[in-house]
T-cell receptor, first 114, second 117 residues
């Protein structure tokens, strides 16, 4: 079994300040973890993925995430928010073993103030 | 990068009409495609998993006779909403899975906004 918990439904930051979107997971197998971004009325775009290689993963648009097994976390960060980062973000877990059907978190809406 | 094309992007039609949505992987072969439904301000709800050449696997509570899925080739899956009613209005998104195993990301189409009058 696997699950994903995105701890915040909304995160509000000012432009130029750091972003932290939190994600905790559970998985019976070694997990693969992904962050996706969705802009309004659009599909999802892959930001980054963790698949058992380096625990600090760098993605597109300046985002990165760190896999912490002891904390079962995969939080998404960015040093400096940009207005264009305002969107919905989804943390997703899947597993190489068992069913690899991905499980989505509920999503976190990132609001960026000028 | 891997590109998934979903068409149409928006459909407005009368109640009772059947609507077909196409999902194509343009530059890779997709052994598995997923169909999702997304309600406003909510996460994606998996409707079914579609494997090329076999019957789709539907999630609990999804009517397979209502939402017909065909995955005739490694690059095309279709979702047909049969005899659509206003409650079927939603945002439908497909994704294609490249290769096997959970360590591969999904590649998403841009979604279809379905509005039934």
């Amino acid at each position: 079994a696997q699950s994903v918990t995105q701890l915040d439904s909304h995160v509000s930051v000012s432009e130029g300040t750091p972003v932290l979107l939190r994600c905790n997971y559970s998985s019976s197998y070694s997990p693969s973890l992904f962050w996706y971004v969705q802009h309004p009325n659009k599909g999802l775009q892959l930001l980054l993925k963790y698949t058992s290689a380096a625990t600090l993963v760098k993605g597109i648009n300046g985002f990165e995430a760190e896999f912490k097994k002891s904390e079962t976390s995969f939080h998404l960060t960015k040093p400096s928010a940009h207005m264009s980062d305002a969107a919905e973000y989804f943390c997703v877990v899947s597993a190489a073993g068992g069913s690899y059907i991905p499980t989505f978190g509920r999503g976190t809406s990132l609001i960026v103030h000028p | 990068g891997a590109v998934v094309s979903q068409h149409p992007s928006r459909v407005i039609c009368k109640s009772g009409t059947s609507v077909k949505i196409e999902c194509r992987s343009l530059d890779f072969q997709a052994t598995t495609m997923f169909w999702y439904r997304q309600f406003p301000k909510q996460s994606l709800m998996l409707m079914a998993t579609s494997n090329e050449g076999s019957k789709a696997t539907y999630e609990q509570g999804v009517e397979k006779d209502k939402f017909l899925i065909n995955h005739a080739s490694l690059t095309l899956s279709t979702l047909t909403v049969t005899s659509a009613h206003p409650e079927d209005s939603s945002f439908y998104i497909c994704s294609a899975h490249q290769g096997a195993g959970g360590n591969q990301p999904q590649h998403f189409g841009d979604g279809t906004r379905l509005s039934i009058l």
